[in-house]
Structure formats: C-alpha cells, structure tokens
C-alpha cells in the first residue's frame, strides 16, 4: 500500500498569525513578517505528527492510494479520515492498461474513524493478475483552519509553539509530544485490533 498526497496545504490556509498571537510575539515593528516562514514550517511539521499519530487529515487535499489487491473483496478501509469524496477508482493490468471502475460499482461509506469504499453489489471487482488499484480521494476536515475541530487545532498550536521555543534545545528530538498535546487528541486516535481488519 502507498499514500501520496497530491495536493499540498496553501500557505495562506496556515494560521501563521494566530501562532505569533499563542507565542506573544511582538507587533507593530518593520520586520513583523520576518519569522513567518519559520512559523509556517512549524506549524506544517505540528500538522503532520498530529495527523500521523490520529490518521485524520486536518486541512482538505487530495490523496492517491495504491493497492495490490483488496484487503477483502466485501470492502476496503481507506487509511485516513474524514473522507469527503471517492474521485476515481481504477484498476491496472501488468500491461498498465487502466480500466475505471465505474461508480455504479462501489459506494463511499463517510466514517469520522474508518472510512471504507464497499461494493453496491456482493463485491468490489476483482483485480488483474500483477495488477494493482489506484484510489484518488478528497480527505480532511475542510479547506479553511476554522472547519477543524477545536482540540486538534489547539494541539497543533501547542505542538508547533513546542517546536519554535525548544528548536535549539539538543537532547529533545526523542522526548515524544507533550502531555498536553496527547490528552487532545486522545479522542481522535484509532484503536486498531487485529491488524485494522476490513473495516
């Protein structure tokens, strides 16, 4: 399985000024601007531990996902919530001829925790020897930093304040996130048992 986003979070979607507001950064001076590139690279690296340790997307973008084969044919669990729409699905030969699965097919099944795409029939189409599946999918809570739930954009917050005030204290890289950051988003974290399953 691989997941490669496709489509990057705009600057201008990053809540750069309300981290300089959280940090107490002084304003009003000529060089006001001049950390906001440092800021954003935080608050980018805050966004993707929270959502590498929760499996939800924060901010709307675009993912391809690439599967050898179904985990079963009765359904298939995509690896990231909240999905808001399926684009394509389309199945590839060993000759990489693509034949796309028509939407009459499957159907997407919305899921905070575990989004699944299941069959509209018995089951999903079978893939072609050497073949694989290529998914492309719209993931996240919305496009604008106020459609994410207030817990995970205030653990961002405290992540990437984390970031800019110990980014020159050595020794702190395998400390883990902070305990305020983990009581967060607690709630968000899903439990897999026995290997994630179908669902």
Avoid at 36 to 56: H, N, P, S, V, Y
Avoid at 113 to 119: C, N
Avoid at 138 to 155: H, M
């Amino acid at each position: 399985m691989m997941l490669i986003e496709q489509t990057a979070v705009p600057a201008e979607a990053l809540p750069v000024a309300a981290l300089k507001q959280h940090l107490r950064l002084g304003s009003g001076f000529a060089d006001d601007g001049l950390q906001d590139g440092l800021l954003a690279t935080f608050l980018r690296a805050a966004m993707t531990t929270i959502e590498g340790r929760t499996g939800k997307v924060l901010l709307a973008r675009r993912f391809l996902l690439v599967l050898d084969d179904w985990r079963t044919e009765e359904g298939q669990a995509l690896p990231v919530a909240p999905v808001g729409s399926v684009l394509s699905v389309t199945l590839y030969d060993g000759a990489e001829r693509a034949t796309v699965v028509p939407t009459a097919a499957w159907r997407l099944v919305r899921d905070h925790h575990r989004p699944r795409l299941l069959p509209r029939g018995t089951t999903l189409p079978s893939v072609p020897d050497d073949g694989r599946i290529e998914i492309v999918f719209e993931a996240g809570f919305g496009a604008a930093w106020a459609d994410i739930p207030a817990d995970l954009a205030q653990a961002v917050m405290l992540l990437a304040s984390d970031y800019y005030e110990n980014r020159y204290e050595p020794g702190l890289s395998g400390a883990g996130l902070p305990w305020p950051v983990v009581g967060l988003i607690e709630r968000w974290r899903t439990v897999r048992v026995l290997g994630g399953g179908a669902a």
